[in-house]
């Protein structure tokens, strides 16, 4: 049996004032979950949550160790605050950031190397899945973190690119059907998310698929009252 997993994803939102509160509603649910919270807000979140059942991480991290890289955030400073989990590959980092599936496997490899559990995030754009080639992009850009070391306790994100913030849900069906794919490639113990628009009124459908884990959060996390009947939908 896996354990269920929702993490949000807070993206470049909130203010230490908003970020207080939000953590306070969250705590207060006794939801079991996860946050990844922007580095300025880490040791805050670390403070607030420690105790409690509401995990925290952040939404990247360099590949490299230490050195003449500036803005970065080492794996290791990361551990410092405590995070347990990490975004890895995130559709905005590919995307937005040129971020390849070489540099995403390397601090996959650098988050697991630094005992926190990556959530490495794949999926297809809309014009991909349109050209029937979404088993190809999310079996290439899963193959490439599993090339550096297998998958250990990772967990998996499936978020299709068309769905991230969009207001476009893939129907449970479509993300079964892209979850079952890479249950193949994975082991059953495996956790597997879905990523894209999940709302406190979609969230149960999709939960309910034999291959969905849980959820990776974005808009829908920033609003306590939503997450919370997410978190419990799971
Ligand atoms: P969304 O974002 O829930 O706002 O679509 C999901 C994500 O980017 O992880």
């Not at 919270?37 to 490299?64: D, I, K, M």
């Not at 913030?165 to 998310?193: C, I, K, N, W, Y």
Request: glycine share 10%.
């Amino acid at each position: 049996m896996r354990e269920r997993l929702v993490a949000g994803n807070w993206k470049m939102h909130g203010s230490r004032e908003s970020c207080r509160a939000l953590l306070d509603a969250i705590v207060a649910a006794d939801v079991a979950c996860a946050v990844c919270v922007p580095f300025p807000y880490l040791a805050q979140a670390a403070e607030r949550l420690r105790g409690t059942r509401v995990a925290w991480g952040a939404q990247t991290l360099s590949e490299h160790a230490q050195g003449a890289f500036t803005g970065e955030v080492s794996a290791a400073m990361l551990g410092e605050f405590g995070c347990r989990y990490v975004l890895v590959g995130h559709s905005e980092r590919r995307h937005l950031f040129g971020e390849t599936d070489a540099q995403v496997a390397a601090k996959f490899a650098a988050a697991r190397a630094a005992g926190i559990t990556p959530i490495l995030c794949v999926g297809e754009t809309l014009q991909e899945r349109e050209a029937g080639r979404t088993q190809e992009v999310v079996a290439r850009q899963l193959d490439a973190a599993l090339a550096r070391g297998g998958i250990g306790d990772a967990v998996v994100a499936y978020e299709p690119v068309w769905a991230i913030g969009t207001g476009r849900t893939a129907t449970p069906e479509q993300a079964q059907e892209v979850h079952a794919f890479l249950r193949g490639r994975l082991s059953a113990q495996t956790r597997l998310l879905y990523g894209g628009s999940v709302k406190p009124d979609n969230a149960a459908a999709i939960f309910a698929m034999p291959d969905v884990d849980g959820g990776l959060i974005g808009g829908a996390s920033l609003v306590a009252n939503d997450f919370i009947a997410i978190c419990r939908a799971a």
